[in-house]
Nanobody
């Protein structure tokens, strides 16, 4: 299972750091990442990282968000800077088995029965 924390409300231009603690992972090869869901919008993969610290991002967050991890603790982080109201969404952590390719593949694999998703944490960015 995965448990997210660190969401909240922040003014535009501000920062938030999300954390995700995972447990019970049985896959040998997997990557961890974040996706978000805003009301009335499609689910969007935000960032993902593999065991070699290779990361991938959706274009809208490149240069603003940074994903990192501590594999020894099975924890992944998402540092979000220069937040805008368009970043407002529920943010979910996910573990996807298999080698990482890109953020689009991460998003598609979220629906695999073997993928693990958290309950989400709300991020609200105000003007």
């Amino acid at each position: 299972q995965v448990v997210e924390s660190g969401g909240g409300s922040v003014q535009g231009g501000g920062s938030l750091r999300l954390s995700c603690a995972a447990s019970g992972i049985t896959y040998n090869i997997y990557y961890m990442g974040w996706f978000r869901q805003a009301p009335g919008k499609e689910r969007e993969g935000v960032a993902a990282i593999d065991k070699d610290d290779i990361s991938t991002y959706t274009n809208s967050v490149k240069g603003r968000f940074t994903i990192s991890q501590d594999r020894a603790k099975n924890t992944v982080y998402l540092q979000m800077d220069s937040l805008t109201p368009e970043d407002t969404a529920m943010y979910f952590c996910a573990i996807v088995p298999g080698p990482m390719t890109n953020i689009m593949t991460f998003t598609m694999r979220l629906d695999w029965p073997s993928s693990i998703r958290g309950q989400g944490t709300q991020v609200t960015v105000t003007t």
